[in-house]
């Protein structure tokens, strides 16, 4: 039921669009360049947690109901657009201040603490409010359920394969993100990387908030 002969096109679409760029991954390099390795990691794992609301979302058929539902789908799409807006404003903000990403004193980088509900919930919250994501797992698990299995268990297998993939995947960046900690920490490079990241991530949320 779980392992059939459609799980290997499955592992190979997921991957493919694990490593695909978007607000995912801008998210995870952020908060690792903003919090070292925890902050990266939590985000990570908190994004990823995330897959199993929309797996079983999307088995209950209330992505469905979202779909058919225009005002409602259209209130999902206004909380994810202003979620990001809010986080890259944020980032434009640290830039404005000149703070930077990371300090480095005595040659010794240190990073801001950021409290773990903090990482937790900025990554939880990315995912779950992401329209296209709901709409991407009712389009695409579909394919891969069999009209024999039990809808819920399968969608939450797939999904668990997703989580494990994307975890592995983004905690990569993480790493190749603590490689150029020395480069990063360089105040100028910090506010350069802060603006940027800052207007990706607000002109995501504009884009989707406007999107018809």
Known sequence: MYFDTYLWGYLLAITL???????????VIRNTVRGGFRDGALTS?????GLFVHA??????ISLILMQSA????????????YLV??????????????????LEAGKINHRTVP??????????????????VVFYMAFLPQFIQPTDPALTKSLFLAGIHFIIANIWQ?????????AYNW????????????????VMVFFGLRLGLAQ
């Open 116 to 133: 773990v509900w903090v990482s937790l919930r900025e990554g939880f919250l990315s995912n779950v409010l992401n329209p296209k994501t």
């Open 17 to 27: 669009l694990t490593v695909s760029p978007g607000v995912d991954t801008l998210l």
């Open 56 to 61: 079983a979302v999307s088995a209950g058929g």
């Open 171 to 179: 905690l990569l960046l993480v790493l190749m993100v603590r490689r």
């Open 45 to 49: 794992l908190a994004i990823c947690l």
């Open 184 to 199: 990063l920490s360089r105040p100028r490079v910090g506010r350069i990387f802060d603006s940027l990241t800052g207007s």
């Open 71 to 82: 005002w409602m789908f259209n209130l999902l799409k206004l909380a994810g657009a202003c």
């Open 86 to 103: 809010w986080l890259g404003g944020k980032s434009l903000y640290s830039a404005y201040r000149g703070g930077g990403a990371l300090k």
